[in-house]
């Protein structure tokens, strides 16, 4: 079987021929990690977009309503179960609750707490944009058999173990 030459497979041939001596292999991987995070990005920022969200605000929204529709998470939560950084959650907090999309009250055994919760409208947004999310994703997936994605998923969680310890 004959794959297509990608662009990564090009800048690998330039670098066989200008630099012999090195085994720019890694460049593979890391390049169409890269390149394919990019692609992706772009297509889940369209798709965000459509439901007046952007990365940051889909993924609190989701990781609030993936935890269940009445439980509350401390900004520190949010922050160790989204994929937002620290510095990001009290400003993306605000804008949602500007928005109405989520409420913060103060906990009633721990007043320097905060808790965050979905209101009706964060819910409602957060279930008409999940299934888009999700169509899109297969969608950028299409071109891969359910085994192919089952052993991709296996080889970047066994990368990403490795990365993060």
Do not use: Y
Not at 31 to 53: I, N
Not at 137 to 157: F, I, N
């Amino acid at each position: 079987m004959t794959t297509m030459a990608d662009h990564v497979d090009r800048v690998l041939a330039q670098w066989a021929e200008q630099r012999p001596d090195l085994d720019v292999s890694p460049m593979g991987v890391i390049g169409r990690l890269s390149r394919a995070a990019l692609r992706a990005d772009t297509e889940l920022k369209r798709v965000f977009a459509e439901h007046g969200l952007d990365r940051a605000s889909f993924d609190v929204l989701a990781t609030l309503r993936r935890n269940g529709p009445e439980r509350c998470m401390t900004p520190a939560e949010l922050t160790r179960s989204a994929m937002v950084t620290s510095g990001a959650i009290t400003q993306r907090l605000d804008r949602l609750q500007a928005r109405g999309l989520v409420s913060r009250t103060p906990s009633d055994t721990d007043g320097r707490v905060v808790l965050v919760k979905l209101t009706a409208e964060g819910r409602e947004l957060i279930d008409r944009a999940l299934p888009d999310h999700v169509a899109n994703e297969h969608r950028m997936l299409g071109g891969l058999s359910v085994a192919e994605r089952d052993q991709l998923a296996a080889l970047l969680s066994k990368l990403l173990t490795s990365f993060e310890g």
